[in-house]
Structures are given as structure tokens and as C-alpha cells.
């Protein structure tokens, strides 16, 4: 795995425009993952979009209600000259399509804004553009095609304005590029901020949003030196429930949820108290991701962990629990 700049990114991606390109990203593909991946496809002269399974309920109806219309199917396709792996910083992070990619001889490109694993540098064909100063990969491409002169049009400027909002967890990963990125391509888009929120709250049904008043009223409330710190079990959503706990005064929150095939952790931070207490979440996360036999990471105020050992839950969310209230008892 290489490292590389962002003048050295956008000048891969210029060089290989009339490659055929393949461009996915992580498992269970999120409003920033697919927004981004669909915008940098339309700059290629031949490409594919495709996901490692499926897309979230969110991610679906962004596409939807952006208008479009091309189908974003799972697996591998052939004869591709180059992979972008967006929103990612590993192979493991895209489940199959990730050990079929492993064996492949395809040059790979990962895009990503998220705390990176120590990697050695080695030539193995895999080049890594990542960079914590973007709040999310939307933002990393809208930075591109600006570079590269690229025509933003109405339908990739809601997407990415979608995927920028997404991954700002309620504006506390923001940034002043965050705010101006949002303004051009709400203007591109002829829209308003309402707007994007809207149609979200419209697409949550009633008795969604009452499990997730009710999740977090029922969670635990703990004063930890002279800060608010939320935790409690989800339903549903665990991150939205800790976006929630956030927007209502906490200082920082926890949420875990099992579910069918894997169990996760979603924690929050209200900023600036990452820099305050020298706190990173993604850090923390990453720590705890190998506990429920998975992978964790994120932003210093917004980040998560997840896995397929569901029987290690209770392990995972204690040392959480416990790391998060030493670092909120700093001094």
C-alpha cells in the first residue's frame, strides 16, 4: 500500500479517464460511500458502479430521490482496468468482494477521510489517498472535480451535498471548508438545507422515530467529572439515537444494537472536547472492533465498531464504556 498526496490523487484520476473503471465501497454502502462513488463515476468515460452487498435504506432513497436511475448490483464485473474503492482504507472493510479483490491483479485506488491502520509501504499495485481533514469522502471528490474542472450538475451535487451532511454527524465533524462545500452545492442542487431533511424525516416512519425517543429515554445518564456522558442499548439506528442524545445536551454518548448478523457500537463526542481532552473516537473504536471479531474507526467525534460476535457485545461496550469515562476524567 502506497500513500500518496492530493495532487498526486487527482492526477491518477485524470491520467485513467478513459480507463475502464470499476468503483465500489464498503459493505453495507452508506449515503457518503454511494454519493461519492456515483459523482467520480460520471467523470470517467467508461465505468461501473457496484456494491460489495447492498446499500442502506438511506443511501436507496438519496439515489431515488436524486433521479437515479442505473442499477448498483453486487460482485465483481470483468475486463475493468482499475479499481476506486471509496470511503474505505482496507480490503476487509468490503466483506467477499474484498477477498475477491485481495486475489485479483487490478490496480487499486482507496479514497478515504477515516483514522488509517499503520500500513507498511509496499508496491503492491494499491495506492491510499486518506486525509482526516476532510468530514467525508463526498467532500474529498467535490475537491476534484473542482481540481480537474469537472461540471458538477444538479444530480452529483445532491448527492454529495447528501454525503457531506451524512458523515458531518450533525455538523460536529464540520469544518469551514464543510460549510462552504454544503452552500456551492446546495446552490448547484436549487436546493435548501430543509429540503435534504425533509425528505429523510418523511422516509422514517412514525413508529421508527417513536423506537428511537424511546431508546434514548430509557438510556443511562452519568456525570463523569464535569461532563454528560449518555449510553444505552438501540433498537434500531444506534447512531442516530446517539446523534439524538448529542442534540439534547450530552457531552458524549454510546449505543450498541444487535442485530441478525453482527452486533455494533456507535459513539459520539460534542466538539470541540476531542481536542480538549486529546480524544479521538476512531482510535478508541478501532481498539474495540476486534472484539466482536470485526473492525472499528472513524472521526475524533463520531465513530463506531462492529462485528460478527454477538456473544462479546457486553465485553465490547464495557471497555468502551470504560475508555470513554477515563478520557472524560482528564484534567
Not at 491520467?15 to 459493505?27: C, M, P, Q, S, Y
Not at 449518555?230 to 450498541?256: K, M, P, Q
Amino acid at each position: 500500500m502506497k500513500r500518496i498526496s492530493f495532487e498526486q490523487l487527482c492526477n491518477i484520476i485524470k491520467e485513467r479517464r478513459n480507463r475502464k473503471v470499476l468503483i465500489t465501497f464498503h459493505a453495507i454502502g452508506d449515503r457518503d460511500g454511494v454519493a461519492s462513488a456515483v459523482a467520480l463515476s460520471k467523470f470517467f468515460s467508461s465505468s461501473i458502479v457496484v456494491t460489495p452487498d447492498f446499500v442502506t435504506g438511506n443511501a436507496k432513497r438519496m439515489l431515488d430521490e436524486s433521479g437515479y436511475t442505473k442499477k448498483i448490483r453486487p460482485g465483481i464485473q470483468d475486463n475493468v482496468d482499475f479499481v476506486i474503492i471509496m470511503d474505505a482504507n482496507r480490503l476487509a472493510a468490503l466483506g467477499d468482494l474484498g477477498e475477491t479483490l485481495a486475489k485479483s491483479k487490478y490496480d487499486i485506488l482507496f479514497i478515504d477521510h477515516h483514522l488509517a491502520p499503520d500500513y507498511t509501504q509496499k508496491e503492491d499495485g494499491r495506492l491510499l489517498f486518506n486525509d482526516e481533514k476532510f468530514n467525508s469522502t463526498s467532500s474529498i471528490i467535490y475537491e476534484i472535480m473542482k481540481r480537474a474542472g469537472m461540471t458538477v450538475d444538479k444530480q452529483s451535487a445532491m448527492l454529495l451535498v447528501n454525503g457531506i451532511i451524512a458523515d458531518s454527524a450533525d455538523f460536529q465533524n464540520s469544518t469551514p471548508m464543510t460549510f462552504m462545500q454544503i452552500s456551492e452545492l446546495l446552490n448547484i442542487a436549487g436546493m435548501n438545507y430543509s429540503d435534504v431533511a425533509e425528505y429523510f424525516h418523511e422516509n422514517v416512519s412514525a413508529a421508527d422515530r417513536k423506537l428511537l425517543l424511546r431508546d434514548f429515554s430509557s438510556a443511562k445518564n452519568e456525570v463523569v467529572r464535569k461532563y454528560l456522558f449518555v449510553y444505552g442499548e438501540a433498537r434500531t439506528h444506534a447512531n442516530v439515537v446517539a446523534e439524538i442524545a448529542i442534540d439534547a445536551g450530552a457531552d458524549a454518548s454510546l449505543f450498541w444494537s444487535v442485530k441478525k448478523n453482527e452486533a455494533s457500537i456507535s459513539v459520539r463526542l460534542r466538539s470541540p472536547l476531542d481536542e480538549r481532552l486529546s480524544m479521538h473516537l476512531g482510535k478508541i473504536m478501532k481498539k474495540i472492533g476486534p472484539i466482536l471479531e470485526g473492525d472499528g474507526g472513524g472521526h475524533p467525534c463520531a465513530a463506531g465498531a462492529y462485528g460478527p460476535n454477538k456473544l462479546r457485545i457486553g465485553e465490547a461496550v464495557s471497555e468502551s464504556i470504560n475508555i470513554i469515562k477515563e478520557q472524560l476524567s482528564k484534567k
